[in-house]
């Protein structure tokens, strides 16, 4: 019988490695991490934790200015942006340590450096092999950022957060939710913000009412939005960036950020030389049980581009501990659903949705009732903001159940988490009406909707 240094091998520290690691080693497993950057991935350091701490310092500019509505008087304070960099790096070297710390006491190896597949049950780590039963890559992904002339000036989201100076003038180019995201929280700390997408308009895959919305939302804040075109060039003058458009027009700037999408971090990883199998996209082909071609080495997470969201991650390090290993004492071996994944983009206003859009709802269920209403909420009767608030529900007709429903205002994502598990646990529309509502909220007006404006 072949022996092991390990039970299993993690190639990769972010939200995903680090639970498989940590639960495997719970359970009793021989296991090893590899990372060779901060721990905590992508989400600690440069994604959902630092953007949303921007976010939040963002919001307090048009927090101050709506003040005076309600009786606050004085100028708003001015931004310090080596103060806010300062704290936030401060934060996620705590939260580094705190997953090194999480690792450390339930018994895993760590080993810092780039790790590489030698065969099915071979890594190297700086020089050293090290034997494992199991192999587990959870490397994530990287921004992308396509061909251009002068793409040596522009920045991704990885360098976003430590700009320095703060850029006057930024253009954004892109249109997913992170360039949204940027666009709207670099807008918020005061920054003149121009938004280039190629497409006909923001947040492709969304639905079509919550695209139109928040598009009419960002540039009513200040956001220069310009569709349908994109960059030729990029040159650095006296007077800084200069883009050229393909239409032929200049805007000129302090930085470029292309957040034009991302792709799995797979380069050096030996998946050639293993026999791992990736797709056209290069992303890592597993099965359902997250299995590679090499049945010995499993993957998952940002790295084979399913759902790229932390918590999607985490569970599905639970199914893989849970395969290799055993449910933890008293419980079923996890299963991972990809239906009513809730998700929130935190533009200004936020953005919260779970399910279908009424596009795929229409496709998939034939028949159904949209429910919609966009208002101006409480607050801004006095605040001075033209803000308005979008909400929006889609039921199947034939057995009345929620199948889509979607949020554009402030805290989207807070009040859409809550709806989900209603429609995750199958939420009927008559159960949405006989719900009583929390008066005055913004989240009511999902119970209180009574009139299809379609179906």
């Known amino acids: 019988m072949q022996t092991f240094d390990f039970d299993l091998f993690v190639i990769g520290g972010g939200s995903g490695g680090v639970r498989a690691a940590r639960m ?16 905590g991935g992508t989400c ?50 705590r939260l580094n340590g705190i997953y090194v710390q999480l690792l450390k006491g339930s018994g895993v190896h760590l080993l810092e450096g780039w790790a590489t597949l030698v065969d099915a049950h071979t890594v190297a780590v700086g020089g050293q092999h090290y034997s494992a039963q199991n192999i587990l890559i959870a490397t994530g992904g990287k921004p992308s950022v396509p061909d251009v002339a002068g793409g040596e ?41 121009t938004q280039l997408y190629r497409g006909t308009q923001v ?36 007077e800084g ?20 999408g991302r792709v799995p971090l797979v380069d050096g990883l030996g998946l050639e030389a293993a026999g791992v199998k990736q797709n056209d996209a290069g992303a890592i082909q597993v099965n359902a049980q997250y299995q590679t071609s090499v049945p010995s080495i499993y993957a998952l997470g940002d790295v084979t581009a399913r759902v790229q969201l932390t918590p999607v991650a985490l569970g599905e390090a639970m199914v893989v501990v849970d395969q290799l290993f055993g449910p933890a004492e008293g419980k079923a071996p996890r299963s991972m659903s990809y239906d009513f994944i809730p998700t929130a983009v935190f533009t200004h206003p936020n953005i919260g949705t779970v399910g279908y859009t009424e596009t795929e709802a ?40 929620v199948v889509g429903l979607h949020m554009v205002g402030p805290d989207a994502g807070e009040v859409v988490q809550g709806f989900a598990v209603a429609m995750k646990a199958g939420a009927t529309k008559a159960i949405f ?14 119970v209180t909707m009574r009139e299809p404006v379609k179906g």
């Open 362 to 401: 229409s496709e998939k269920f034939g028949k159904i009732r949209v429910y919609r209403t966009d208002f101006k909420a409480l607050k801004h009767t006095l605040s001075g903001s033209t803000e308005r608030t979008l909400m929006k529900l889609l039921v199947e007709d034939a057995t009345d159940r």
């Open 44 to 93: 600690v350091n440069l994604g959902c934790i630092p953007k949303k701490l921007y976010s939040y310092a963002a919001h307090f500019a048009e927090s101050f200015e709506e003040s005076h509505g309600f009786g606050w008087v004085g100028e708003a304070p001015i931004l310090n942006w080596n103060t806010l960099k300062t704290n936030r790096a401060r934060e996620i070297s």
């Open 24 to 39: 495997a080693a719970q359970r009793g497993a021989r296991v090893a991490l590899a990372e060779v950057a901060e721990m």
């Open 203 to 238: 947040l492709r895959g969304f639905d079509e009412d919550v695209r139109a919305f928040i598009a009419g939302e960002m540039v009513k804040t200040g956001v220069a939005l310009h569709l349908n075109t994109d960059v030729a060039a990029i040159e650095r003058t006296g």
């Open 241 to 260: 960036l200069q883009v050229r458009l393909l239409d032929g027009s200049h805007v000129t700037v302090d930085a470029v950020l292309y957040a034009t």
């Open 433 to 446: 009406d006989s719900t009583i509502g929390i008066h005055p909220t913004l989240a009511e007006e999902f």
């Open 153 to 193: 000036h522009v920045i991704t989201s990885n360098d976003i957060f430590d700009l320095s100076p703060f850029p006057q003038r930024l253009l954004v180019v892109g249109g997913g939710y992170i360039a949204c995201e940027f666009a709207s929280i670099f807008n918020g700390l005061g920054a003149q913000v």
